[in-house]
């Protein structure tokens, strides 16, 4: 029996840089994936004008014009029935039904746990990484709960933090391995070699 590509709903709120890296690998044969959704909290972001270049089911949830109950339910009824749950730079809190546990992930552009939480993405963490005079960085893929950028780490990917560098730098080597990583990431899920026991990262060979 023919292999069923792995379903992937895509939750954004920025450039979608990272949904046209994920559709990439799809369309070279390196994942064995479609994404059937790419949903954005942002009707004027970036990220939905290249999905639907991209010719992608898009939809956008206006986190600013609901309610918070009004907002939750409209992104699980958006996300639909796919098996992996993706979060590339989405900005808003969704609260993960239970039986959405273990198949949600999120890629995080810091070693986590340093340089996380609530308000720290994009430029803001470079920022924060070069401040605290790090000479290392990198990124990682992470199983979400309910916190932000909190959850079991899946993997990760190091960089050098290079004497000189500002945070335009810093962004632009972390983001080289954050286009590795997380279809690494997904790719363990298409070929069912990654699970969550409690807060235990399960990886088989």
Known sequence: ???????????????????????????????????EVAISSRGDAKGVERSRELGLPTVVVERRSLTDE????????????ADLVCMAGFLSLWRIPQDRCGRVINIHPALLPEFGGMGM??????????????????????????????????????VPVEPGDTPDDLAARVFEQECIAYPEAVSLFCENRVRLEGRRVIISE
């Open 121 to 158: 993405y994009g430029h803001r963490v470079h920022e924060a990484v070069l401040a605290a005079g790090k000479t290392e960085s990198g990124c990682t893929v992470h199983f979400c709960d309910n916190e932000y950028d909190h959850g079991p780490i899946i993997l990760q990917r190091k």
């Open 70 to 81: 009004a907002f939750q339910r409209r992104i699980t009824e958006a996300v639909g029935r």
């Open 1 to 35: 029996m023919e292999k069923t590509p792995l379903r992937l709903a895509v939750l954004m709120s920025g450039g979608g840089r990272t949904l046209v890296n994920l559709q990439r690998h799809i369309a070279e044969g390196r994942l064995d994936a479609r994404i």
